[in-house]
């Protein structure tokens, strides 16, 4: 098992990028959910989460899905595990427990869970195929694990509007800085069966970006935060920066964005 991150990459996702006390940063991480929480809760849903169930959810950020868990699944508690836990605090309460910790550190004993969900992670972090080991390991018997992470399906015919340079650039910048890469997800599939789990299937969703949309406002808010790391690749000025931000708020937007896939499986 190799370690994924990208050769140079010595920052870390909230601290050389994102940080979480940026004034703004909770907002663009709830406009993401906003678009995805449905779909991640209806895949929860489906498999049978509820009353009983103790659930770790990986990289809690806001809490959005640990609420869900509690007040809409039923589940008996949830341990919601992120480096930074102060977004968390206005969920903290019954059958809540929030847990400051850090997903690479190899002595990290959480516990054992009836499921245990993880989006928007594992792309951004070293060492992910051993991490998933981990997770499967931390399962209950009967247990589910459910990855999700970035997909992307480019238009092939565009390489050079504003918007693919601007979107190209950002893929580079968050690999050379952060160590960020979506090349494994669609391996998670086979990572899982690997793992011994059982009922492995996965599915993709690839949300249109339309002005306006929380989509569109989180994309925005990324590239803005993201500008010197964007210019600095040398596939994109200040200028194409601006012009595909403009975009994204235009009437004129119509474009494939970037998505989720989501792989899950059950141990025996």
């Known amino acids: 098992m190799t370690d994924s991150r990208s050769a140079g990459a010595a920052g ?21 959910a906003l678009v995805y929480d449905p779909l991640t809760t209806h895949r929860l849903r489906a498999l049978g989460v509820g009353p009983g169930h103790r659930c770790l959810e990986v990289g809690a ?21 992120d480096r930074d836990t ?6 903290a309460g019954r059958g809540l427990r929030v847990l400051r910790a850090d997903l690479t550190d190899e002595d990290l004993r959480p516990g054992a869970f009836d499921l245990i ?16 080991s ?12 459910v990855l999700g992470d970035a997909v992307e399906l480019p238009d ?8 693919r340079r601007t979107m190209d650039a950002m893929w580079r910048a968050l690999r050379t800085t952060i160590g960020t890469d979506i090349c494994d997800v669609p391996a998670y599939p086979r990572f899982l069966r690997e793992e011994g789990l059982r009922e492995v299937a996965a599915e993709v969703f690839c949300p249109p970006l339309t002005a306006g949309s929380p989509l569109a406002r989180f994309w925005s808010e990324t590239w803005s935060r993201m500008r010197p790391e964007l210019t600095a690749t040398g596939l994109v000025d200040a200028d194409t920066v601006a012009e595909a931000t403009a975009y994204l708020d235009s009437p004129g937007l119509a474009e494939l964005g970037p998505g989720m896939a989501m792989a899950w499986g059950r141990r025996d």
């Open 61 to 81: 950020g806001t809490g959005t899905v640990a609420r869900w868990l509690l007040d809409e699944a039923g589940a008996e508690e949830v341990v919601a595990l």
């Open 134 to 145: 981990r997770l499967a390991g931390w399962l209950n018997p009967g247990g589910a694990l």
């Open 86 to 91: 102060d977004a968390l605090a206005a969920v």
């Open 12 to 32: 870390r996702y909230g601290e050389d990028l994102f940080a979480p006390e940026h004034p703004r940063e909770a907002g663009r991480i709830d406009a993401a």
């Open 156 to 163: 092939a015919r565009d390489a050079s509007s504003p918007y």
């Open 117 to 132: 969900h993880a989006r928007f992670v594992l792309m951004h972090l070293p060492g992910r195929r051993r991490i998933v």
